[in-house]
């Protein structure tokens, strides 16, 4: 997790580096595109635009429970934010693992992906899925069990 927030924050301190840049020139309107573009970029690090993460261990032992998927995921990745962004509301039903802050989690995905470290990897009723269709995940986040 302290990886996340590092690449978030240095995403944040270029940004401001170079809007003063700019603005010491005189370009304002370039100084605050770059400003933007580097507080996006920031904001893709930070897991903050995520539901709160739990391990893989506390994840799969309620989805045991409430039949909801468990998304396997990592800052930065854009597979990830797409997801997230698509899901929308529905989003916050699912169990979400940092595989960068849960070793146990990295592991799973390992296990499902055979070898390599892909996210999105969701995980439902104890199948596998890389990178699914968000239309797919949402589906198993509102109906059925999943939507209880």
Do not use: K
């Not at 800052?75 to 960068?100: K, T």
Request: aromatic residues 8%.
């Amino acid at each position: 997790m302290l990886r996340s927030w590092r690449l978030a924050g240095l995403a944040l301190a270029v940004g401001v580096v170079l809007a003063v840049v700019q603005f010491v020139l005189g370009n304002y309107v370039p100084g605050v595109i770059l400003f933007v573009l580097c507080v996006a970029w920031a904001a893709s690090w930070s897991p903050l635009v995520f539901p709160r993460s739990v391990t893989a261990v506390e994840a799969r032992r309620r989805a045991a429970r409430d039949g909801r998927p468990v998304i396997f995921w990592r800052p930065g990745c854009q597979y990830c934010q797409r997801l997230r962004m698509r899901l929308g509301r529905a989003g916050r039903r699912a169990h979400w693992v940092n595989i960068w802050a849960d070793p146990a989690g990295a592991a799973a995905v390992r296990a499902i992906t055979g070898g390599n470290e892909t996210v999105p990897t969701v995980e439902v009723d104890g199948a596998g899925h890389v990178n699914p269709d968000p239309a797919w995940v949402r589906e198993r986040l509102v109906g059925g069990a999943a939507g209880a």
